[in-house]
């Protein structure tokens, strides 16, 4: 199947009650591991690529790669710019071949925040590619972003609820107390905000920051309306620790494929867990 946008499949997620996940991409075996976990479970999937990701790989390779993976998966794959930073980097990925964006536009004042995304919107609308819009701050890690838990500030559903109608975009994310990374304790999450919020617009909420979240914690998101879910760091985690245990089992392990394919393969396992545990499989 060619690249998607997400509105290909966030509208019956959000009519059937389960969420999609997206995966961030890292390098080679992360886009083989997701791809063969949604392969495997019939799930429709988004590659999310940072910033960061994009730099690490460049930008054709990217394309290129998740082209193939969508391709080969047979299942519809959307390739989505994660937590875009401007107009002209949004235009680039499309020009490249995303299917979809987020404009992060969240540390703008809200008014600005609005004009911002609403340009992204009419420019990536044009060429029928989705777009993902931020309202508050999410606090932790990711790549080019650091927020302090201080000054993570949680989103107002009559903001949110304002931000969709005017802006329209496809997917909104709302700042509902999960952070990028693994969590210290355990994260309070805002369910009030998330039910106002979702009752009132069309599209899916999007809960970033999913690694570390209870499953139960997320089963009740999805059942109040988040329809995508955002997990980078465990599967990290996850790669990590395979290949770790690998090398220091076998110090004198020297070809990157005996380390790598196992660690492809922890990132195969992860994934497939979230996507049972969001309810997409056999979603297809
Ligand atoms: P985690 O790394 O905490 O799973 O968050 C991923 C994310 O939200 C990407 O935007």
Request: net charge negative; hydrophobic share 40%.
């Amino acid at each position: 199947m060619p690249l998607v946008p997400m509105t290909d499949f966030l509208p019956q997620a959000k009519k059937e009650g389960f969420a999609v996940g997206q995966f961030n991409m890292n390098n080679l075996e992360f886009t083989q591991g997701i791809a063969a976990a949604a392969k495997e479970e019939k799930s429709p999937f988004i590659f999310g690529v940072s910033e960061g990701a994009m730099r690490y790989m460049g930008l054709d390779y990217v394309v290129a790669m998740a082209k193939v993976a969508a391709e080969e998966s047979g299942v519809p794959v959307a390739l989505h710019l994660d937590h875009g930073s401007s107009f002209d980097v949004v235009m680039k990925c499309i020009q490249a071949g995303f299917s979809s964006v987020m404009f992060d536009g969240s540390h703008y004042p809200f008014e600005e925040n609005i004009r911002l995304t609403k340009e992204v919107v009419k420019a990536a609308h044009a060429v029928g590619v989705s777009v993902e819009g931020e309202l508050g701050t999410i606090g932790g890690v990711e790549d080019d972003l650091q927020v302090d838990e201080a000054d993570a500030a949680l989103a107002k559903p009559e903001e949110a609820i304002r931000f969709w109608e005017e802006t329209k975009v496809d997917a909104m994310a709302i700042a509902v107390g999960t952070a990028h990374g693994m969590y210290k304790g355990e994260p309070r999450i805002h369910f009030d905000i998330i039910e106002e919020t979702a009752k009132k617009i069309d599209v899916p909420i999007v809960l970033h920051g999913g690694s570390g979240v209870p499953d139960s914690a997320i089963r009740q998101s999805i059942s109040l309306g988040v329809g995508k879910i955002n997990v980078n760091t465990e599967n990290q985690v996850a790669c990590t620790q395979a290949i770790r245990d690998l090398l220091s089992e076998n110090p004198e392990m020297i070809d990157p494929r005996k380390y790598l394919g196992p660690g492809r393969e922890a990132i195969k396992k992860t994934v497939i867990g979230k996507i049972r545990l969001f309810g997409s499989s056999g979603k297809a």
